[in-house]
């Protein structure tokens, strides 16, 4: 007997991943040795205490049931953090535990939207963006970010009805995949269009602790008016290196968190109990860590960049995240020059089309070998240029 998909799956496709997947395998299959750039999974280990507070908990057999909600621990060790980090005032009932951010942004376009509504993205952005929205059958407008306006966001150029019509609008500084830092001052101008307008904001704040060359890492919560108009995914994946655990947080305005709340009891019982001890670990230990990974995730860009300089590439800083985002050199499309490299050095980066049209031109490199490597790295592509 045939089976047939979902028709809501043919909006979804593996494309550009699913050729690289191949190639990589072919050229890991030949004993060429494959220098894997393309994906964002940090190389650093977890801190020690953050570890032993899992190793902890995962004796305690009553940590093995179902967990239902945030513990009362975790709620109140977020408001702690949320003050002494970023100056922001938040409360109990202003926030939910998500399992992981690509989860909780899947997921927030079924708990907000309705068919015909409109949602205002990034492009290029990060795929789950578009991807929750087309779940929820709503409308996607995308709005640029383009070198000229230093990857910033300007909603001048959408058309006023669109606006009056936008359910929200997602925004995500320091920004994956473009490595652009925005200032608060970006921030309170959407804050302002947001009440003009009638629209919410979903901001993602994964990397506000990789941020470069003395840029503040912030949270947009501690704007005036920001809950008022808005939430803010808080992830502990990559500034605590616990990708795999899938901790994260969606914090701000109630009305949202408790839609996104009544969606997710419906399929989820919450984060496990070692899980949530992680995040009361992390957001109450020394910060050392963080700080000193920060520093080399900077020496890392410094040295893939710089040494790209050198050998006559012209490419800028990032300005934050694990990502650097290069304009290809000329006679290449995106694709083209990905599998240039692969096929010549065997490292693999993610061609700019992955993140929308307007990736056309750069492609994405992930910052997961240390500086020495990243500096010899960018020696074998200075050789093929």
Known sequence: MHYKAADRLNKFQTGIFAAMDEKKAKLMASGREVINLSIGTPDFEPPRHIVDAVAKAVEDPLNYRYSLTDTPEVLD???????????????PDEITGVHGTQEGMGHLGLAMLDPGDIVLLPDPGYPIYEAGTLLADADIYFYGLVKE?????????????????????VLSYPSNPVGAAAPKEMYLHMIDLAKKYGF?????????????????????LALPGAKEVGVEFFSLSKSFNLTGLR??????????????????????????YPAQKAAVAALTGPMDEVRAQCREYQRRRDALCGGLRKAGWEVPDSDG????????????SSVSFVEKLMEE?????????????????????ALVRPAEEMARIAEKIGEVL
Do not use: C, H
Request: glycine share 10%.
């Open 77 to 91: 060790t977020l408001v702690r953090y949320y003050k002494n980090r970023y100056g922001a005032d938040i409360s």
């Open 149 to 169: 306006n230093r990857f910033l966001p300007n909603l001048e150029e959408v058309p006023e009805d669109v606006l009056k019509r936008a359910k929200f609008i």
């Open 200 to 220: 919410f904001i979903i901001n993602d704040n994964a990397y506000s602790d990789i941020i470069f060359d003395g840029r503040e890492g912030f949270s947009f």
């Open 247 to 272: 901790l994260s947080y969606l914090i701000g305005n109630k009305d949202i968190i408790n839609a996104l709340k009544l969606l997710r009891s419906q399929y989820d019982f919450g984060i496990p």
């Open 321 to 332: 995240t694990m990502f650097v985002w290069l304009p290809v050199p000329e006679g290449y």
């Open 345 to 365: 050095t065997g490292i693999i980066g993610t061609p700019g089309t992955a993140f929308g049209p307007r990736g056309e031109g750069y492609i994405r490199f």
